[in-house]
């Protein structure tokens, strides 16, 4: 098959990239040529600037004929995905969307979420909102009959190089603070629950849905199995790093989101939310298997920070500390003042 990926040196698509090489396809990848991958055929230029990214797709297709399938990876707002659907519209087979999770409605009237749940992420949540918007583009392309549209929905999804997610500043430095025995804030009392998924395993699936008829005009769930809370999800961390245990500090998601408007933006719009989805479908149709679990893929991420001296020497986020600081002495105050009309 001729695949043509838009993006191919990210995240998840540099794991989608190596296995369609192996598999044998004519890739060819389509970024800002940052980063060349051997095998593929390397084509630069910028998405964004939409009528030079369409003349070189035409130009392109003129010259090897029509691609099977177009994998986007990169497409993130409204603008991307009419900029799609004018350049490929007729003259492809299958065009896959990569989506998020994040699109579903939050909270969530039942759980496992599947993919035939409301779709109205809120407007204060520019990346899900956006991502929605695509999906609805795509999906009205695809109807009327346009190229046959795949959707992927993906969550929390990491790879070797990558961190835990912090709730506030970088994730080295909240490694640092797991390794010393500092506390870590959690969300609430911290039990809501939380899914990843490392990117091997979710670059099988985008793999596996290209040129894949099941796939055709469906949307698939592609999410972690486990579904543990984030006290867990850190405690996981602490064990895999021979840490000492943690100090949970449970600081109400609202008010965390006040103090630190910018830093806890995704807190508030994401975190704070349950993230149970059933990935049935993506397994029946796709052959997606969770075959890294949380710890192992965390024993992954510590042992490559571990071999570049990331951790240690993290620097460290100030106001994480500071928010902890006053939290505790604003809770005690507020013990030590209402607690005697409760005696």
Not at 42 to 71: A, H, P, W
Not at 74 to 101: M, N, R, W
Not at 110 to 115: A, D, F, T, V
């Amino acid at each position: 098959m001729k695949i043509l990926i838009i993006g191919g040196t990210g995240n998840i698509s540099t794991g989608i990239t190596d296995i369609l090489i192996k598999r044998g396809e004519e890739v060819f990848l389509y970024n800002r040529g940052n980063k060349k991958i051997e095998g593929a055929i390397n084509i630069v230029g910028d998405r964004t600037r939409y009528d030079i990214f369409e003349s070189q797709m035409r130009e392109l297709m003129d010259k090897i004929g029509r691609f099977d399938c177009v994998i986007d990876m990169i497409c993130y707002t409204p603008p991307d995905a009419e900029s799609l659907v004018k350049v490929f519209g007729g003259k492809i087979d299958q065009l896959i969307f990569c989506s998020t999770v994040d699109v579903y409605s939050k909270p969530a009237p039942k759980y496992p979420i599947k993919e035939d749940f409301e779709r109205k992420p809120s407007i204060s949540f520019p990346y899900a909102f956006n991502k929605a918007i695509c999906e609805n583009i795509l999906e009205e392309a695809a109807e009327s009959g346009k190229f046959h549209l795949t959707i992927l929905r993906p969550a929390a999804t990491y790879n070797d190089t990558s961190t835990p997610i912090s709730l506030l500043g970088p994730g080295t430095a909240l490694l640092k603070r797991i390794r010393d025995g500092k506390p870590v804030i959690v969300l609430g009392d911290g039990t809501s629950f939380w899914t990843s998924s490392h990117r091997d395993d979710v670059a099988v699936a985008f793999a596996n849905a290209a040129g894949n008829t099941r796939a055709f005009n469906k949307s698939y769930n592609v999410t972690g199995d486990e579904w543990i809370t984030w006290r867990e999800y850190y405690s996981t961390v602490a064990r895999v790093m021979d840490a000492p245990h943690i100090s949970f500090v449970c600081i109400p998601t609202d008010l965390l989101g006040e103090i630190a408007p910018n830093s806890a933006k995704w807190c508030v719009e994401n975190f704070m939310f349950n993230n149970i989805l059933d990935n049935s479908l993506a397994k029946e149709d796709l052959m997606y298997k969770y075959t890294i679990t949380w710890e192992d893929g965390t024993r992954r991420m510590i042992n490559y920070h571990n071999s570049q001296g990331d951790i240690d020497n993290a620097t460290e986020f100030p106001l994480y500390n500071l928010i902890i600081e006053r939290f505790k002495y604003f809770s005690s105050r507020l013990v030590e003042e209402l607690s005697i009309l409760d005696r």
